[in-house]
C-alpha cells in the first residue's frame, strides 16, 4: 500500500498521490469527484492548497503509464483546466503540477526522469508556474516525513516553490536526531 505512487496508475495511483500529498501537510480535494457531482466535465485531477493560504491553489494532473514516458500532451491538458479555473474564481492558480508515474513496468531506478528530454517544454510550463512531479520524488519525501528527517513544513515549501522538473533536497539525517511538526 505505502509503494502505491510507484506502482500504480489511473485511479488507484490518484488516490495514492492524494494521499501522499496530505501527508505532506496538504489540503486536498479531488477535483473529478468534485466535477462528478456538479455534472460537469472533467478537468484537473486534484486541488492542493496550503493551509491558512486561501490565495494559494495548485491544480494537479496525475498520470501512470505503465511502458512509457511522460507526455507533453499532458502539461497542455492541465494547462486547459487551469485556463477554466481562472474564469471560474476570477485568478490563476498558483501552480500547476504534473504529477507522473511513468515506465512504471520498470524498478524505480531504471526509470528515466519524466520530461527530461524535453527542456524546452518543461521551461515554457515553469514559466507558467509549472512543476513535473515524478511519483518517485514524492514517494521520497513522504518517507523522509515519516521518518522524522523531514518536516511537512519543509515539504510543503519545497513543493510550494517547484517549478520544472522538480528534485526533493531532502536532508541528510543527523545522528538520531528527528524533525518534528
Not at 505505502?2 to 496530505?22: C, F, I, N, Y
Not at 526522469?113 to 518543461?122: Q, R
Amino acid at each position: 500500500r505505502e509503494k502505491r505512487p510507484l506502482t500504480s496508475k489511473g485511479q488507484d495511483l490518484e488516490s495514492a498521490v492524494e494521499a501522499a500529498l496530505t501527508t505532506l501537510g496538504f489540503d486536498v480535494v479531488n477535483s473529478d469527484e468534485r466535477q462528478e457531482a456538479r455534472g460537469a466535465a472533467k478537468r484537473e485531477d486534484l486541488e492542493v492548497k496550503i493551509h491558512g493560504k486561501a490565495d494559494w491553489v495548485a491544480l494537479v494532473e496525475v498520470k501512470g503509464y505503465e511502458t512509457r514516458s511522460a507526455r507533453t500532451s499532458d502539461i497542455g491538458q492541465l494547462q486547459k483546466a487551469a485556463g477554466f479555473y481562472a474564469r471560474d474564481n476570477g485568478q490563476e492558480p498558483t501552480a500547476l503540477w504534473y504529477v507522473v508515474n511513468a515506465n512504471h513496468s520498470k524498478t524505480p531506478d531504471a526509470r528515466p526522469i519524466p520530461l527530461e528530454s524535453s527542456p524546452d517544454d518543461v521551461e515554457v510550463f515553469a514559466e507558467d508556474g509549472g512543476a513535473v512531479i515524478d511519483t518517485r520524488e514524492l514517494f521520497r519525501m513522504v518517507r523522509a516525513v515519516q521518518a522524522g528527517t523531514m518536516t511537512t513544513t519543509e515539504a510543503v515549501a519545497a513543493l510550494a516553490s517547484a517549478r520544472g522538473i522538480f528534485s526533493a533536497q531532502l536532508p541528510q539525517p543527523t545522528s538520531g536526531a528527528t524533525k518534528q511538526g
